[in-house]
C-alpha cells in the first residue's frame, strides 16, 4: 500500500523508529506539548493526533491509537509495515485486579489474555500467545526501579467489552492476570506478524477491588506522567 494511507496522512519519513502510543488523542499532544521539543504535527486524520520531535535529543513519535483492538490494530499495522516503525510503546490506562496494584501504580504487561478474535486472521491451528518483547519489558522494568515506581509485571486482559451483560472482569485474576485494558493484544499479534517489537505499559486508573480511588477522565489525560517519561526514556 502506497502512504499516505487511508488512515495516516503523513509522509515517508515522518515517524520516527519508534512511536509512543496512547489511547487517547488529547494524551498524545499532552505529550508532545510537554516532553518534546520541536514536535511537528504530522498526522490528524479523524483527530488522531499524531506528533514526532525531539526528547533528549532521541527522535521520538507520539500518536493515539484510540480505544480498542480494531482502532490500534489499523494503526500499528500501518505504522510497522508502510512507514517503517520498528517499536510501538503503548502507554494506556487500565483497571486493575491486584490487591497491590494501587491507582497511579504501573502494569508492564509481559502478555496479553484477550476475550476477542483478532488472531483468528491468521488461520493457526491453536490458539496465539500474544506477548510482548523481553528486552523492552526487561528494560521498562530496570526504569520502573530505578524512578521508584510501584509496578509489576505480568499478564493483562485486552477486553472486547467495557459494559460486560453481567460478568466480572475478576474471574480472570484467578489465572493471575493483573488488570485489564482494551488494546495490546492485538499490539502484539501486529508486531509479532511485521517481526518489529512492541510493549504495554499501563498506569492503573480503576480498581475493581479500591474503587474510591478512581481517577477522572482529565487526570488520565493529563497526570499519568512517571508512565510517560518512562516511556520517553526506553524510546
Not at 489465572?175 to 510493549?199: D, H, Q
Not at 498506569?203 to 477522572?216: C, G, H, K, M
Not at 493529563?222 to 520517553?232: G, P
Request: hydrophobic share 40%; net charge negative.
Amino acid at each position: 500500500m502506497p502512504i499516505p494511507t487511508p488512515h495516516i496522512t503523513a509522509k515517508a519519513g515522518d515517524f520516527a523508529e519508534t512511536v509512543l502510543m496512547p489511547g487517547d488523542p488529547l494524551r498524545a499532544k499532552f505529550i508532545a506539548e510537554t516532553f518534546l521539543e520541536d514536535a511537528v504535527l504530522v498526522n490528524n486524520v479523524r483527530g488522531v493526533n499524531g506528533y514526532t520531535g525531539y526528547y533528549k535529543g532521541k527522535r521520538v513519535s507520539v500518536m493515539a491509537s484510540g480505544m480498542g483492538q480494531p482502532s490500534i490494530g489499523i494503526y500499528s499495522y500501518e505504522l510497522f509495515n508502510f512507514y517503517g516503525v520498528k517499536n510501538i510503546i503503548r502507554i494506556g490506562s487500565c483497571g486493575s485486579f491486584h490487591k497491590d496494584l494501587h491507582v497511579r501504580d504501573i502494569i508492564i504487561a509481559s502478555g496479553a489474555c484477550t476475550n476477542g478474535n483478532y488472531a483468528m486472521q491468521y488461520n493457526l491451528p491453536g490458539t496465539f500467545a500474544p506477548i510482548a518483547d523481553f528486552d523492552l519489558v526487561r528494560r521498562a522494568a530496570e526504569l520502573c526501579e530505578k524512578a521508584g515506581v510501584n509496578y509489576k509485571v505480568g499478564n493483562i486482559l485486552s477486553s472486547d467489552t467495557f459494559y460486560d451483560d453481567g460478568n466480572s472482569g475478576m474471574v480472570w485474576a484467578k489465572m493471575g492476570v493483573l488488570g485489564v485494558e482494551m488494546e495490546s493484544a492485538a499490539l502484539y499479534c501486529n508486531a509479532a506478524r511485521a517481526g518489529k517489537c512492541a510493549l504495554c505499559i499501563c498506569t492503573v486508573s480503576d480498581s475493581f477491588l479500591y474503587p474510591e480511588e478512581n481517577t477522572t477522565a482529565e487526570e488520565r489525560q493529563n497526570s499519568f506522567t512517571k508512565m510517560m517519561e518512562i516511556a520517553l526514556e526506553l524510546a
